[in-house]
């Protein structure tokens, strides 16, 4: 009798371990990019390349002026260019003595969950500026939790870039 319930338990506690680190809600979505965002404030490109899938793919289009690029990255490749990135922006932040050289926010304006709560579409807009630089975008994501860990999995942007207006 003991065996048969430890069974029950060890069956439990697996059930509840694979249907509930799979799933999400709105809430987890939203605390997700809040991390990003202060990971992004704090120039942390790892914090960045860990919240991605394996699979990851981000897919961009950038409009400055009259030009119009279209761009398509894998995770390995959004991890190198983040940490060229953030260690130029580290660079610039230690030569104007501790100041951040950006400003960054982003607005999550709308989760739409999946049936199975597996994965999430997220609508997103962010705004980033730099010195002599502003740039605005708007995406729609996927986000995926696995084994009670969320990543992003698929990213389609849309990024206006140009002057700084002040």
Known sequence: MRVIGLLLVLAAVAGFYWL???????????DFYQRAEQAMLALDDETLCRMLAEDF???????????????????????????????????????????SPMRYSQTVVSVTLAPDRRSADVEMRA???MPGMRSSSRSRDTVVRERWRMYALRSNSVVWVGPAYR
């Open 20 to 30: 509930g680190g799979n799933r999400l809600d709105e809430a987890q979505v939203r």
């Open 57 to 99: 793919e981000q897919t961009t289009v950038t409009r400055a002026e009259s030009n119009e690029m279209r761009a398509t990255m894998d995770k390995a490749g959004y991890c190198r260019s983040t940490a060229e990135t953030t260690q130029q922006l580290r660079q610039l932040r230690d030569a104007m003595r501790g100041n």
């Open 127 to 129: 705004t980033l500026e």
